[in-house]
């Protein structure tokens, strides 16, 4: 993997890379070449940025609604994607009503309604037409780390810090409650993207992932016991065919895992690959199109191909403002009236908080711990359009492999030789 920066002004600022990716196996000449591209800015939060997600509505058409620490939620009016401005949207509501920082939100399919779980221990779901809150769900003791929707829209699904996770009805009505869910903080739920699944998951603080019966309300036990971290677990991903669940935390390791369907009609999970980042993970998302899985850290994001098994990109996040070409060293008094320079102050490190991708999978939004949305483009270069399309065989083993994770090593095996 060769990474060349680009040179003249700002281009450290702006962030602009180009990433020369090789495939595992493939000769030198069928390499694939991809530019990450920062495109741009969101400004208007207060605090933290927690949570995102895109959406569209005909009416209003491509809007992003962003959660944060300052206890707000604020739904965004999204320029155009070929706009060249750097500025690429403005809020256009403002949610309240939360008395603590939100950790997570979630849309609703049909973009109609959005949830939000908050530390004050509750769970509103708001009309994103009106701006208004039409339910409140009570029943965390403490405070609510994540929530979810089923595909269907039908079912809602909830964990925090009282270590129980919940379903509930879209009246706000707590129909389930699994007591003890894991054995410390319940950090992230999510259905499985394919309904005919019938699955949720969960992670923890307790260092675990579970797969759970969603029409039994039970959890499918691994035999045997899986090592699934070595510290706690806050960053879960579920692939767009449920195929596949990434994991991240405190350990700084990613892990993909497959979910499998074993012969009495169970599910497991299987490590199909993974990857040491060296610093810690707070978000994942799977693209929706490209065998990636973008990896929110502390010190910026991390692009793991893994079909290839290897990280093909590092993007750190910039400051707004660019950074003066000579420090300016500033002085103080002394008591004796003398004066004396003061050590250049360290540039603060930002850190990614929550991330969403666009549906071509082109288009990162990173909210960033310096309240800043952040926004990369990720295309192909112009030395991979001259270039030959996949043959047939690479084609249909990437199909395959959507539908059944089984086939990743199969595809591994074969490509070198193609």
Same mark, same amino acid.
């Given at each position: 993997?060769?990474?060349?920066?680009?040179?003249?002004?700002?281009?450290?600022?702006?962030?602009?890379?180009?990433?020369?990716?090789?495939?595992?196996?493939?000769?030198?000449?069928?390499?694939?070449?991809?530019?990450?591209?920062?495109?741009?800015?969101?400004?208007?939060?207060?605090?933290?940025?927690?949570?995102?997600?895109?959406?569209?509505?005909?009416?209003?058409?491509?809007?992003?609604?962003?959660?944060?620490?300052?206890?707000?939620?604020?739904?965004?009016?999204?320029?155009?994607?070929? @706009?060249?401005?750097?500025?690429?949207?403005?809020?256009?509501?403002?949610? =309240?009503?939360? /008395?603590? !920082?939100?950790? *997570?939100? #979630?849309?609703?399919?049909?973009?109609?309604?959005?949830?939000?779980?908050?530390?004050?221990?509750?769970?509103?779901?708001?009309?994103?037409?009106?701006?208004?809150?039409?339910?409140?769900?009570?029943?965390?003791?403490?405070?609510?780390?994540?929530?979810?929707?089923?595909?269907?829209?039908?079912?809602?699904?909830?964990?925090?810090?009282?270590?129980?996770?919940?379903?509930?009805?879209?009246?706000?009505?707590n129909k389930y409650t699994i007591e003890s869910a894991h054995n410390d903080w319940v950090?992230?739920?999510?259905?499985?993207?394919?309904?005919?699944?019938?699955?949720?998951? @969960?992670?923890?603080?307790?260092?675990?992932?579970?797969?759970?019966?969603? =029409?039994?309300? /039970?959890? !499918?036990?691994? *035999?045997? #016991?899986?090592?699934?971290?070595?510290?706690?677990?806050?960053?879960?991903?579920?692939?767009?065919?449920?195929?596949?669940?990434?994991?991240?935390?405190?350990?700084?390791?990613?892990?993909?895992?497959?979910?499998?369907?074993?012969?009495?009609?169970?599910?497991?999970?299987?490590?199909?690959?993974?990857?040491?980042?060296?610093?810690?993970?707070?978000?994942?998302?799977?693209?929706?199109?490209?065998?990636?899985?973008?990896?929110?850290?502390?010190?910026?994001?991390?692009?793991?191909?893994?079909?290839?098994?290897?990280?093909?990109?590092?993007?750190?996040?910039?400051?707004?403002?660019?950074?003066?070409?000579?420090?300016?060293?500033?002085?103080?008094?002394?008591?004796?009236?003398?004066?004396?320079?003061?050590?250049?102050?360290?540039?603060?490190?930002?850190?990614?908080?929550?991330?969403?991708?666009?549906?071509?999978?082109?288009?990162?939004?990173?909210?960033?711990?310096?309240?800043?949305?952040?926004?990369?483009?990720?295309?192909?270069?112009?030395?991979?359009?001259?270039?030959?399309?996949?043959?047939?065989?690479?084609?249909?083993?990437?199909?395959?492999?959507?539908?059944?994770?089984?086939?990743?090593?199969?595809?591994?095996?074969?490509?070198?030789?193609?």
């Open positions: 993997v060769r990474c060349v920066q680009e040179t003249g002004i700002n281009a450290e600022y702006m962030g602009i890379s180009k990433l020369e990716v090789g495939i595992k196996g493939m000769a030198e000449g069928d390499a694939k070449h991809y530019e990450v591209i920062y495109k741009g800015f969101l400004k208007g939060h207060n605090g933290m940025v927690t949570s995102m997600q895109l959406g569209n509505k005909e009416g209003p058409g491509n809007f992003l609604v962003s959660s944060s620490r300052d206890k707000s939620v604020l739904i965004w009016k999204l320029k155009p994607e070929t @706009s060249e401005d750097e500025e690429l949207g403005k809020p256009i509501k403002m949610l =309240t009503g939360h /008395s603590h !920082f939100i950790h *997570e939100l #979630a849309l609703s399919n049909d973009c109609n309604h959005c949830l939000t779980a908050s530390w004050d221990g509750f769970i509103r779901m708001w009309d994103m037409n009106e701006g208004k809150t039409v339910k409140l769900f009570k029943g965390h003791t403490k405070d609510v780390l994540s929530v979810a929707f089923s595909q269907d829209n039908r079912q809602i699904i909830s964990g925090g810090r009282d270590r129980t996770i919940r379903v509930w009805n879209i009246l706000g009505e950090s992230a739920v999510r259905f499985s993207p394919d309904a005919k699944q019938n699955l949720f998951f @969960s992670a923890g603080w307790d260092r675990k992932v579970k797969l759970w019966d969603k =029409t039994k309300m /039970s959890e !499918f036990v691994a *035999e045997p #016991a899986i090592n699934y971290s070595t510290h706690y677990i806050s960053a879960l991903s579920i692939a767009p065919s449920g195929a596949f669940a990434a994991t991240g935390g405190k350990e700084g390791v990613l892990k993909i895992w497959s979910v499998k369907q074993k012969p009495d009609t169970s599910y497991g999970l299987e490590l199909a690959t993974g990857c040491q980042l060296g610093t810690e993970i707070n978000t994942l998302a799977f693209s929706p199109k490209f065998f990636w899985v973008a990896c929110g850290c502390d010190n910026g994001i991390k692009l793991y191909d893994f079909r290839g098994g290897k990280v093909f990109a590092d993007i750190p996040m910039q400051p707004l403002e660019a950074a003066p070409d000579t420090e300016e060293k500033e002085e103080e008094e002394e008591k004796d009236g003398r004066k004396k320079e003061k050590a250049p102050k360290k540039e603060k490190k930002i850190g990614v908080a929550s991330m969403c991708m666009n549906n071509a999978g082109t288009m990162i939004y990173a909210g960033c711990t310096d309240n800043v949305i952040r926004c990369y483009e990720i295309k192909e270069s112009a030395q991979i359009r001259s270039m030959p399309t996949l043959t047939f065989i690479q084609q249909s083993m990437e199909l395959l492999m959507l539908m059944s994770p089984k086939y990743l090593a199969l595809y591994r095996f074969l490509i070198p030789v193609l």
